[in-house]
C-alpha cells in the first residue's frame, strides 16, 4: 500500500483514497516502462534532430506518470483516444518500439504503415483509437466511442485525453454536454502540462481549474506526476464513468521538451523551473525511490536496467532504418473505403494510379 | 578515428534545430570537457540559419570530448560536434579522438561498431526508369520532371514524354511554350533537337565572403534597429563658413606661434553643435517607452571610419570644453578608434551625433541614420563657395557654404524644434564670435 504524495480534489464527488495498493512486481513494471518511455522520446529527438525523422513530432518526456497510471487501472478493452503526443501512450497501450520508430521514420512496418507520422499512432486491436493532428478533435470522437460502449453494453469506458490548451475548445463542451445527458461512459483527460504551444497556461485560461470546468459533471485534479495517484484516479473514474457518466480528470504534469520540437521550450518559462521540476517532481524518480526504499531493487540493478533499455531502444531504432519506405502506390490506399469504385490519383494520371477494389 | 577499443560512447551530432537548417555554427560552449552533464542542461549555443539556439543535453554523463570548438562554422547537420560518456574515467580516453568520417546522420549511437552506414538515404519514390540520356541538362533535383499543369497536361493529351523535353521555364521547368515547340518541330521533320542549347547555369561568379566582425555585426544591427523603429526626418540647411574660416586661420596663427596644433572646421562644428543643443536641449534627448530623457550634458559622439570599422566615440560635455580641448580629444579618440583600443568610456554616454563626410570626402551633403538612443544626428557636408547675387544689378559677391543635414526622431523632435536647433546652430556657424558669448 503506498500514500499519495498529494490530496485529491474533487469537484461534485467523493475524492478517492489516498493510500493506492500496489506490489513490488508493479513497481518495477512502472519503472522500467517509463524508462523505457523516456529514453524513446529520447532518441526521437536525436533523430529528429539528424532529419531522421520529418516534419511534427511532440515529445512525453515528464508526463509519463500518467500513460503508465492510467494503463494500470483499465483494461485494453477500455478505449483511450488522444491528440498528437501520442508516442508513450501507443507503447502503454501494448506497441512495440519497433513499430513507434518506423512509424516515426515514415517505415513499412510503422504502426500505420509508416504513413501516418508522429501524430498519427493507432492500435484498434488494444482500442487506442489514435492519436490526432487536430486540437481538441479527439474529444468528441472520445465521446462517441463511449456512446458506441454503452450502446453495445461493453462495461468499458473511454478515456479522451486532451491538453491544458484544448481544454478551452468549444468542442469539448458541446461533447460533454452531450455525453452528460446520455449518460455515456467517457473520462475526459486533462493533461494539464501548464503551457500549450508557445504559451504559459495563465494566458490561455481564464480559470486554470479544468477539473471544475465540467461545471455539472464531476472532476477531480490529480498529482499527475504520481503513477499511483493516476492509477487511482483512472479507478476511481472507470468505476463513476459505468455507474454515473462522465467524468473529468485533470493530470497535474510538466513536460520537458518544448511543445513540438520547432519549439525550444525555454522562451516562455525559464530553465530554472524546468530543472526544478526535474528535480524534485520527475515520476521516474518518484518511483526510483519507493523501488529502492522497499529494498525491490539495488541502485546497480536498475543502472543495468536503464542500459539494457538504452541498448533495446538503439536496437529498435537499427532494425527499423532498415525497413523500407512504402511503396509510391501506397499514397493512394486508406484514402477512401474500400469498394466504392473510386479511383485515386496523382497530378500526372499516367504514372501513379491506384484503383481500389 | 573510433576505434572498437574506445570505451561505451555518445557521439552528440550537429541538431538539426529548425526545419530549414543544414549546416549550423557553434556560438558558445557552456560546458568544458570533463563537466558533468544532465539532461536539460544547456550544452552550448548554436546558430542556425536562423536564430541562435541553445542546444540540450539529454544524457546524463560527462563531456569527454568537443570536438568543433566554439566559433567553428558551416557544420553539416550529424556532423559529430562533442562526445559524452557515461562513466567520469573515461574522459581521458578521448583526448586524441576524431571522428571517424561517417558523416552520415546518425548521432548518439551507442556502440562505436563501425558497421557500414546500413541506412539509406531517404530514397525518393523513382518514377518509372526513363532513358536519361536524352536529358542534358534537366535540373538537378532527382527524377521528378518539373512542369507546369497545363504543360503536363498538354503533354498527356499529345503523348509527348516529358523527359524528352527541355524546360525553359523559371528554373527549367517545363511551360506550355515549351510543348509548343515540341510539338512543331517534331511535326516538321525528324526528331530535330531544340535548337537552342539554353546553358540553365549562368557562368559561375567570381565572389569571396567575408565573415562579419562583431563590430560589423553591432553597427549593422543598430542601424537596422534604428531605420527600422526611429521615425527620421531630415532638414537641410546651407550655412555661410566665411567668417568661421576667418576664424579659424587667425586661431590657428595664434597656434602655430605657440606651437599647438590646428583646430579643424570639425572641432568648430562640434563646438557649435554643443552650443546649440543647449539652446535647444530638446534635441539632447533620447526616447523610451514611457517618457522622453533630456540630458543635462551634452556628449558629442563623432564618427571615425577605421579599417576595423565604424566607432563613434564620445566628447564629453563639449559645450563647457574650449577649441584646442575638443580638437585634442577628437584626435587622441580617433588615434585611438584606429588603433582598435577606444574603452567603453570612450564611446558610452552620448547624446548627440556628428557625422563628417565633407571634409575629408568632398561628399556635397548626405542623411545620416539616427544612432540609437538618440535623437538627432547631424551630417555635415563640404564647403563650397558660391556666387551669391549683390544688391544692384550686375553685382555680386563670393562666399562659402557648407550644407549640414540634422537627421531627428520625430518622436523626440518636432520638425519646428528640428528647424529651431539648425537656426540655432546656423547662427554660431556664420558668426563664430557669438560662441564666445
Known amino acids: ?57 511532440h515529445l512525453y518526456d515528464g508526463q509519463e506518470a500518467v500513460a503508465i497510471g492510467m494503463e494500470a487501472a483499465i483494461t485494453k478493452k477500455d478505449a483511450i483516444i488522444t491528440a498528437y503526443r501520442d508516442h508513450c501512450i501507443f507503447l502503454g497501450r501494448g506497441g512495440s518500439l519497433h513499430e513507434v520508430f518506423s512509424e516515426l521514420m515514415g517505415r513499412q512496418a ?79 483527460v486533462c493533461e494539464n502540462n501548464h503551457y500549450g504551444m508557445g504559451t504559459a497556461e495563465w494566458r490561455a485560461a481564464k480559470s486554470p481549474s479544468y477539473y471544475k470546468r465540467g461545471d455539472y459533471v464531476p472532476g477531480l485534479k490529480v498529482d499527475g506526476m504520481d503513477a499511483f495517484a493516476v492509477k487511482q484516479a483512472c479507478k476511481f473514474a472507470k468505476q463513476h464513468a459505468l455507474e454515473k457518466g462522465p467524468i473529468i480528470l485533470e493530470m497535474d504534469t510538466y513536460r520537458y521538451h518544448g511543445h513540438s520540437m520547432s519549439d525550444p521550450g525555454s522562451t516562455y518559462r525559464t530553465r530554472d523551473e524546468i530543472s526544478g521540476v526535474r528535480q524534485e517532481r520527475d515520476p521516474i524518480e518518484r518511483i526510483k525511490k519507493l523501488v529502492l ?44 473505403v474500400k469498394g466504392f469504385g473510386t479511383e485515386s490519383f496523382g497530378p500526372d494520371r499516367k504514372e501513379v494510379k491506384a484503383s481500389l477494389p | ?136 541538362s534537366t535540373p538537378p533535383t532527382g527524377d521528378r520532371v518539373f512542369a507546369s499543369p497545363l504543360a503536363r497536361k498538354l503533354a498527356e493529351d499529345n503523348n509527348v514524354p516529358l523527359s524528352d523535353i527541355e524546360g525553359t521555364g523559371p528554373e527549367g521547368r517545363i511551360v506550355k511554350a515549351d510543348i509548343d515547340e515540341y510539338l512543331a518541330s517534331s511535326g516538321k521533320g ?18 569571396v565572403d567575408i565573415p562579419h566582425s562583431q563590430i560589423r555585426k553591432v553597427t549593422a544591427s543598430r542601424l537596422a534597429f534604428s531605420k527600422q523603429t526611429i521615425p527620421h526626418y531630415y532638414l537641410t540647411v546651407d550655412t555661410c563658413v566665411d567668417k568661421l574660416m576667418a576664424l579659424r586661420s587667425q586661431l590657428n596663427s595664434f597656434k602655430e606661434a605657440s606651437g599647438g596644433k590646428r583646430i579643424s572646421v570639425n572641432d568648430l562644428v562640434v563646438k557649435a553643435a554643443a552650443l546649440a543643443l543647449r539652446k535647444v536641449p530638446q534635441c539632447n534627448s533620447s526616447w523610451t517607452d514611457d517618457y522622453i530623457r533630456q540630458f543635462k550634458n551634452v556628449n558629442i559622439n563623432v564618427a571615425v571610419q577605421t579599417e576595423n570599422g565604424l566607432y563613434v566615440p564620445v566628447v564629453k560635455d563639449a559645450d563647457r570644453k574650449g577649441l584646442s580641448t575638443i580638437g585634442e580629444e577628437v584626435r587622441l579618440l580617433a588615434q585611438k578608434a584606429k588603433e582598435n583600443s577606444l574603452k567603453p568610456e570612450d564611446y558610452e554616454g552620448g547624446t548627440f551625433t556628428v ?62 524644434i528640428g528647424a529651431e536647433w539648425l537656426k540655432a546652430f546656423k547662427g554660431y556657424i556664420e558668426n563664430p564670435k557669438s560662441m564666445l558669448l
Open chain 1, 293 to 336: 526504499s522497499h529494498d525491490l531493487a539495488t541502485e546497480k540493478e536498475l543502472k543495468d536496467m536503464e542500459k539494457e533499455i538504452r541498448k533495446e531502444v538503439d536496437d529498435a531504432i537499427a532494425k527499423a532504418k532498415d525497413c523500407p519506405m512504402p511503396e509510391p502506390s501506397e499514397l493512394f490506399t486508406n484514402v477512401y
Open chain 2, 1 to 136: 578515428s573510433s576505434g572498437s577499443d574506445l570505451p561505451p560512447h555518445q557521439e552528440i551530432g550537429m541538431p538539426s534545430l529548425s526545419p530549414t537548417m543544414t549546416e549550423g555554427n557553434i556560438a558558445r560552449w557552456l560546458k568544458k570537457e570533463g563537466d558533468k552533464v544532465a539532461p536539460g542542461e544547456v550544452l552550448c549555443e548554436v546558430e542556425t540559419d536562423k536564430a541562435t539556439v541553445e542546444m540540450e543535453c539529454m544524457e546524463e554523463g560527462y563531456l569527454a570530448k568537443i570536438v568543433k570548438a566554439e566559433g567553428s562554422k558551416e557544420i553539416q547537420v550529424g556532423e559529430v560536434i562533442a562526445i559524452t560518456v557515461e562513466d567520469e574515467e573515461d574522459i581521458g580516453k578521448f583526448k586524441d579522438y576524431t571522428p571517424s568520417s561517417t558523416a552520415d546522420a546518425a548521432p548518439t549511437k551507442a556502440e562505436p561498431t563501425p558497421a557500414p552506414p546500413k541506412e539509406e538515404k531517404v530514397k525518393q519514390p523513382s518514377s518509372p526508369p526513363e532513358p536519361k540520356a536524352s536529358k542534358p
Open chain 1, 110 to 188: 510503422g504502426c500505420s504503415k509508416g504513413k501516418g507520422g508522429s501524430m498519427h499512432f493507432y492500435k484498434k486491436e488494444s482500442s487506442f483509437y489514435g492519436g490526432h493532428g487536430i486540437v481538441g478533435a479527439q474529444v468528441p470522437l472520445g465521446c462517441g466511442i463511449a456512446f458506441a460502449q454503452k450502446y453495445n453494453k461493453e462495461e468499458a469506458v473511454t478515456f479522451a485525453l486532451y491538453g491544458d490548451g484544448a481544454a478551452n475548445q468549444g468542442q469539448l463542451f458541446e461533447a460533454l454536454n452531450i455525453s452528460a445527458l446520455w449518460d455515456l461512459p467517457a473520462i475526459l
Open chain 1, 1 to 57: 500500500t503506498i500514500e499519495t504524495s498529494l490530496p485529491f480534489t474533487a469537484h461534485l464527488c467523493d475524492p478517492p483514497s489516498r493510500s493506492v495498493e500496489s506490489s513490488s512486481q508493479e513497481l518495477l513494471d512502472f519503472f522500467r516502462t517509463m524508462a523505457l518511455m523516456r529514453r524513446m522520446e529520447i532518441a526521437a529527438d536525436s533523430l529528429y534532430k539528424a532529419k531522421l525523422i520529418r516534419g511534427f513530432c
Open chain 2, 355 to 416: 557625422s563628417n563626410l565633407g571634409g575629408p570626402f568632398g561628399i556635397k551633403q548626405f542623411c545620416a541614420v539616427v544612432n540609437p538612443p538618440q535623437a538627432a544626428i547631424l551630417a555635415v557636408g563640404s564647403a563650397e563657395k558660391r556666387v551669391v547675387p549683390g544688391n544692384g544689378p550686375d553685382q555680386f559677391n563670393f562666399a562659402s557654404y557648407m550644407p549640414v543635414t540634422l537627421s531627428c526622431d520625430h518622436r523626440v523632435v518636432d520638425g519646428a
Open chain 2, 190 to 207: 525528324a526528331t530535330a533537337k531544340p535548337s537552342k542549347s539554353t546553358d540553365s547555369k549562368a557562368p559561375a561568379l567570381d565572389y
